[in-house]
């Protein structure tokens, strides 16, 4: 059986706590080397093979361990544990550590004064992981992930020869505002514009974790006329669970419950 031991448990503590945690635009923390070698390289050998992933189109495959049936069993066994014993267990209260401050003020600004304590005080999981698989032509515009995710994560499994330059792209949101819904939210669908401010390098073992809050948005492209075939990353998104969320919402002013699109706390699937 997969287990973590002290030597991992200190390869993420400090790569997590010596990665720059930057404010523009922001904050995006980029992690180098965030896995120990033994670790990675056990998640590249147990990938599944493309036919291993669920298909949502022609540029577009997801592995959940949670959820894929198709996959090896060695690749479901493995990939679980990591999700949840890596970076549920240990990863996330790291990160959500480094994230603290300003997950204060995003919760004030969405909450209130009145109840950005208790919003503070839910439990908060990694939740909806998943090793995506991307194909030349897919693009997703600048976006926000659901409402319900503080923070999202992207660890990219780059093999050899992979291009560094498809990898995740940063923009800055002026006029931008609280999403309207709980899914997804594309800024520039209500008015805002997007300014491109940098992209994160597409390289192997390198975690990118940023906040999901006004003011930014993320987006990823590969062109069609791209030699590589394929890339990996894998997603997750950390936040308080569905149900406890939900009944926060609820205590918000019956306006500010009808601006953000809130009755039951709807999420959405798509996604980087």
Known sequence: MTVIVESHVAHLRDAVA????????????????VLPLDM????????????????ADSVKANFDPER???????????????????????????LLDRFQPYLVE?????????????????PKQAFRGRLMLR?????????????????????????PGDSAQYGTDLYRIQNDQQAP???TFYPESCGASAKHVRSVPFIGNAALIFMNAPGMAHGAGIPRDAT????????????????????????????QQAACGAGPAADSEEGY
């Not at 390289?41 to 298909?55: A, C, H, K, Q, S």
């Not at 949840?84 to 790291?94: K, S």
């Not at 894998?234 to 306006?255: N, S, V």
């Open 106 to 122: 995003a919760y004030r600004d969405f909450f209130g004064p009145d109840l950005v304590d208790e919003a503070l005080r839910l």
């Open 135 to 159: 194909r030349p032509g897919y693009r997703l515009k600048p976006h926000r992930d659901m409402r319900i995710a503080a923070l999202t994560g992207l660890i990219y499994f780059a093999r």
């Open 181 to 183: 819904t709980m899914k």
């Open 228 to 255: 590589q075939a394929t890339r990996y990353a894998y997603q997750f998104y950390i936040g308080p669970p569905k149900d406890e969320y939900g009944r926060l919402i609820r205590r918000l002013a019956p306006a």
């Open 18 to 33: 010596t990665a720059a945690l930057e404010i523009d635009p922001g904050p995006p923390m980029v992690v180098q080397d």
């Open 68 to 94: 894929t049936t198709i996959a090896p069993e060695r690749s479901r066994e493995t990939w679980l544990w990591f999700q949840r014993d890596v970076v549920d267990g240990v990863l996330t209260p790291m």
């Open 40 to 55: 990675y390289g056990l998640l590249l050998d147990t990938m599944p093979p493309p036919d291993g992933f669920d298909i």
